[in-house]
């Protein structure tokens, strides 16, 4: 038996530029933009979002599946579900600052 090489399933960012992010949702916080071209290694995935390592890179995040293309097998790519959690202390309003109103004196 000839073993097969594991080929490691790439992702290009085919739609002009792609958010990576921290965790697999536009509510994470923005890590930084991947450029059209730009490749990653595919490590894991949680619904429509790739957890990925950047090429020549050591920078891992989150990127949309939208934007990008896959090559190679998804077949051993793992679920993943141990991404942070989302702030539960974000406020369902934002209170305006304060304004300074100028006195006059008489």
Same mark, same amino acid.
């Given at each position: 038996?000839?073993?097969?090489?594991?080929?490691?399933?790439?992702? #290009?960012?085919?739609? &002009?530029?792609? @958010?990576?992010?921290? +965790?697999?949702?536009?509510?994470?916080? $923005?890590? !930084? #933009?991947?450029?059209? &071209?730009?490749? @990653?290694?595919?490590? +894991?995935?949680?619904?429509?979002?790739? $957890?990925? !390592?950047?090429?020549?890179?050591?920078?891992?995040?989150?990127?949309? +599946?939208?934007?990008?293309?896959?090559?190679?097998?998804?077949?051993?790519?793992?679920?993943?579900?141990?991404?942070?959690?989302?702030?539960?202390?974000?406020?369902?309003?934002?209170?305006?600052?304060?304004?300074?109103?100028?006195?006059?004196?008489?």
């Amino acid at each position: 038996v000839i073993p097969v090489p594991q080929v490691t399933p790439m992702l #290009t960012v085919s739609s &002009g530029s792609a @958010a990576l992010r921290s +965790g697999p949702s536009l509510n994470y916080p $923005y890590v !930084r #933009t991947l450029k059209n &071209g730009e490749q @990653a290694e595919i490590l +894991g995935y949680y619904e429509s979002w790739y $957890y990925i !390592r950047v090429e020549n890179s050591s920078l891992l995040g989150w990127v949309w +599946g939208n934007n990008v293309e896959t090559a190679g097998s998804m077949e051993n790519v793992p679920l993943k579900s141990d991404f942070p959690s989302l702030p539960t202390d974000i406020p369902d309003t934002i209170t305006p600052p304060p304004t300074s109103e100028a006195t006059a004196e008489a």
